[in-house]
T-cell receptor, first 106, second 114 residues
Framework: GIQVEQSPPDLILQEGANSTLRCNFS?????LQWFHQNPWGQLINLFY???GTKQNGRLSATTVATERYSLLYISSSQTTDSGVYFC????????FGTGTRLKVLA | KAGVTQTPRYLIKTRGQQVTLSCSPI?????VSWYQQTPGQGLQFLFE???????NKGNFPGRFSGRQFSNSRSEMNVSTLELGDSALYLC?????????????FGSGTRLTVV
């Protein structure tokens, strides 16, 4: 089955810094989503982005489907951005990536 | 608009017991999926229900089962609990036809097996 890998596995930033998270998938996909898991465990849907670029405030995402990767950009990070970021593909059955654990220091 | 509600939030069980977890989807959502999250295996798909029928199933043993009621609420059951079943169990729901746009997840039930 398809494999989804994310990098880096861990990231520590000072508040205000920018970061790029990467998601590589082993086969072509027809959808790709980014989630943020907050410290209480809830997964928040950030972007549905099978291709192209989307922006939502300080977050933006780009998927290059032909090259099988997606990037999540976080600008001017805040402590509330801390948590784990997952990419996932699938429709009724998500295959999740390995996650990037982000800690933003005040 | 209420989100996806999972109960209980925390649970401690003993090996060999069984457990039932509940998930109430967002009003109008008919697809409910369940996931298990562990530090070692990450997030893994358990099963998905739509209109009271199991539509998709992951690679978990038969000890893991679920069902969906006519009001779309879903339960999952784990029988003969093992220590390795300790995990965060997440459910997610979606409105018909919008699965591609994403499921809405609940806050999960954290199960500890001792």
């Amino acid at each position: 089955g398809i494999q989804v890998e994310q990098s880096p596995p861990d990231l520590i930033l000072q508040e205000g810094a920018n970061s790029t998270l990467r998601c590589n998938f082993s086969d072509s996909v027809n959808n790709l989503q980014w989630f943020h898991q907050n410290p209480w465990g809830q997964l928040i849907n950030l972007f549905y982005i099978p291709s192209g670029t989307k922006q939502n405030g300080r977050l933006s995402a780009t998927t290059v489907a032909t090259e099988r990767y997606s990037l999540l950009y976080i600008s001017s990070s805040q402590t509330t951005d801390s948590g784990v970021y997952f990419c996932a593909t699938g429709t009724y059955k998500y295959i999740f990536g390995t996650g990037t654990r982000l800690k933003v220091l005040a | 608009k209420a989100g996806v509600t999972q109960t209980p939030r925390y649970l401690i069980k003993t090996r060999g017991q069984q457990v039932t977890l509940s998930c109430s989807p967002i009003s109008g959502h008919r697809s409910v999926s369940w996931y298990q999250q562990t530090p070692g295996q990450g997030l893994q798909f358990l099963f998905e229900y739509f209109s009271e029928t199991q539509r998709n199933k992951g690679n978990f043993p038969g000890r893991f089962s679920g069902r969906q009621f006519s009001n779309s609420r879903s339960e999952m059951n784990v029988s003969t609990l093992e220590l390795g079943d300790s995990a965060l169990y997440l459910c997610a729901s979606s409105f018909p036809g919008t699965e591609k746009n994403g499921y809405t997840f609940g806050s999960g039930t954290r199960l500890t097996v001792v």
